[in-house]
């Protein structure tokens, strides 16, 4: 069964920034386009930003210009570079295939910005 595993959250300062890191464990994970997602308390999951497999990337208005979403397929991981963060990016975060997700999701890594 395909795993998605996320990876790099943590607590940071407003301004601060984190990186994260999913891994699939799926060979042909090269071949499809990419998402992270977040969802915060209260609210429905969203998507924050996509790669596709010709590495052409987009990003929700709400993060634009301060995260950068990258991948590396020899690794079969892709990542979210954080910048700039804010208390609103605070949210558990994962990985998959968008725009829905078609893969099962995985537990998700917590991102907290507070002072």
């Known amino acids: 069964q395909v795993q998605l595993v996320e990876s790099g959250g943590g607590l940071v300062q407003p301004g601060g920034s984190l990186r994260l890191s999913c891994v699939a464990s799926?060979?042909?994970?090269?071949?499809?386009?990419m998402g992270w997602y977040r969802q915060a308390p209260g609210k429905e999951r969203e998507l924050v930003a996509s790669?596709?497999?010709?590495?052409?990337?987009n990003y929700a208005d709400s993060v634009k210009g301060r995260f950068t979403i990258s991948r590396d397929n020899a690794k079969n991981t892709v990542y979210l570079q954080m910048n700039s963060l804010k208390p609103e990016d605070t949210a558990v975060y994962y990985c998959?295939?968008?725009?829905?997700?078609?893969?099962?999701w995985g537990q998700g890594t917590q991102v907290t910005v507070s002072s």
């Open positions: 799926e060979n042909s994970f090269r071949g499809y386009a």
């Open positions: 790669i596709t497999s010709r590495y052409i990337t």
């Open positions: 998959n295939i968008p725009p829905g997700g078609s893969r099962p």
